[in-house]
């Protein structure tokens, strides 16, 4: 299986390292780092998760900013892997609560007795939170909520009047509260990343959505969780339902192309009510993963134009609309556009009164990059920049620039319009009532708009 495993920082420094098995050389970490940092390829700037050197097969995934790696010299399943390396950071996330590299300088001794629980000689033996609680006794020491980032409203639960920041969620699951009470807490995460590509003229070529439901439970002793979902629910192309059975349900419906569940979720009464039954394991793991590529109303539209402006010079207009309610907030937008390869310097001019945006010319591989730091439903913004070129562009310029690529999150907004209609759980009395937080996000897969 894998020879080695090692999490490095973003600056190359090697935090974590285990070597299983002994049969790779010494140094691979920094051999890893250096390959990657200084990475050429024909069709990416960024290392592949996949890659041989040497006749070593360096395998990693990046998480919080982290660069999870395996090594292995033999022909191993690479999917098989990255399924390994994204599950041991969720292990390790839910008993330290929050996943930085803070975190695991504190707690590298909770962290080692994890890996050698998980990995046995280089094999997997679990990744289950909920079984390693029986081999691993040491407790994690807490971050100061202090030294985190400031959240923005990505990082925020809401239910109704009442909001929660996303530090509630950034606990270990075997932590305590101060007096020796247990967090009776559940969350439940709707997470979308959407897939969009729009023609030169405006219209949508492709779209297709990715959801999952993710959650994480602080309940004691494990109740039983229903989870309801929207009744005009309806799985397949053509209405049909998981079972092959014909949906009933009339337009306007939610229609998922295909889902799938946890082991844990039982489907009794999924088709009758569309509800969800499961008792919830200890840490963060998906209820329900989706995908759909009916039509939907994407969040943004984006138009971009360029023209010649003389001899050698052009000018791009980028434009930016969102098409959702007033009340919601899109933030951390990046727009960024190639531009031609004999573009020598670019002047960004924005609207009177625009606050809070950055733009940027990458001289080093010819991009422009538009941020914004929010953006209010209903809004549109522009941007002209003025391009300046070596040579004449022999009317080469709208084959050599874009496409547009669009970065965002969406908090407490779901393109799919999948809702959780209730979150009940098995009462133990009538005194029992703990807090219940749903939150909804939407995130950019990709996001084209072609020139």
């Known amino acids: 299986m894998i020879s080695q495993f090692f999490v490095l920082s973003q600056r190359g420094d090697n935090i974590v390292f285990r070597d299983y098995r002994g049969e790779i050389q010494k140094g691979s970490a920094e051999i890893f ?73 504190k707690n590298f001794v909770l962290v080692y007795e994890l890996l050698d629980e998980v990995i046995d000689f280089g094999y997997p033996q679990t990744t289950s ?86 959650m994480k439970s602080y309940l004691t002793g494990n109740p039983e969780i229903r989870l309801a979902l929207n009744e005009d629910l309806s799985i397949g192309r053509n209405g049909s339902s998981i079972y092959g ?63 010649e402006a003389g001899a050698l010079k052009a000018e791009v207009i980028l434009k930016v609309r969102a098409d959702f309610p007033s009340n919601i907030t899109a933030n951390t937008i990046m727009v960024q556009m190639p531009l031609p390869s004999y573009t020598t310097r670019v002047s960004f001019e924005l609207e009177p009164g625009t606050v809070g945006n950055t733009t940027d010319f990458k001289e080093g591989t010819k991009r422009l990059e538009w941020g ?32 547009v690529n669009m970065t965002f999150t969406i908090p407490m907004y779901n393109a799919s319009r999948l809702q959780v209609r209730y979150l009940e759980i098995a009462k133990k009395s009538k005194t029992y009532n703990p807090y219940r937080w749903v939150r909804y996000v939407t995130q950019a897969n990709s996001y084209v708009a072609r020139l």
């Open 33 to 105: 780092f250096r390959k990657v940092k200084f990475w050429k390829g024909e069709e990416s700037e960024e290392a592949p998760p996949i890659f041989n050197l040497d006749g070593v097969n360096y395998i990693h995934v990046k998480v919080a900013g982290l660069l999870f790696v395996a090594t292995t010299g033999i022909n191993v399943s690479p999917s098989l892997v990255l399924e390994l390396l994204q599950r041991i950071a969720r292990v390790i996330k839910d008993y330290l609560g929050v996943l930085n590299e803070d975190s695991l300088r």
């Open 129 to 214: 939170t909920e079984l390693l609680k029986s081999y691993v006794f040491n407790e994690p020491l807490v971050i100061d909520a202090a030294r985190l980032p400031a959240l923005g409203p990505a990082a925020m639960f809401m239910q109704g009047a009442k909001k929660m920041p996303g530090t509630a969620v950034t606990k270990s699951v075997i932590a305590i509260e101060p007096g020796g009470r247990k967090r009776e807490e559940i969350f439940v995460d709707v997470i979308e990343k959407i897939s969009v590509t729009f023609s030169s003229s405006g219209y949508i070529l492709t779209s297709e959505i990715d959801g999952t439901i993710q």
């Open 245 to 307: 059975y014909s949906s009933s349900t009339g337009g306007g419906m939610v229609i998922l192309d295909d889902c799938n569940f946890h082991e844990s979720v039982q489907l009794d009464s999924f088709e009758v009510d569309r509800k969800l039954t499961l008792i919830p394991s200890d840490g963060e793991f998906p209820v329900m993963n989706y995908r759909m590529t009916q039509e939907f109303k994407p969040p943004f539209r984006i138009n971009a134009l360029i023209q």
């Open 372 to 403: 914004l730091k929010k953006i209010v439903g209903g809004s549109e913004h522009t941007l002209r920049a003025k391009l300046t070129f070596n040579q004449e562009s022999h009317g080469n310029i709208m084959r050599e620039a874009g496409p």
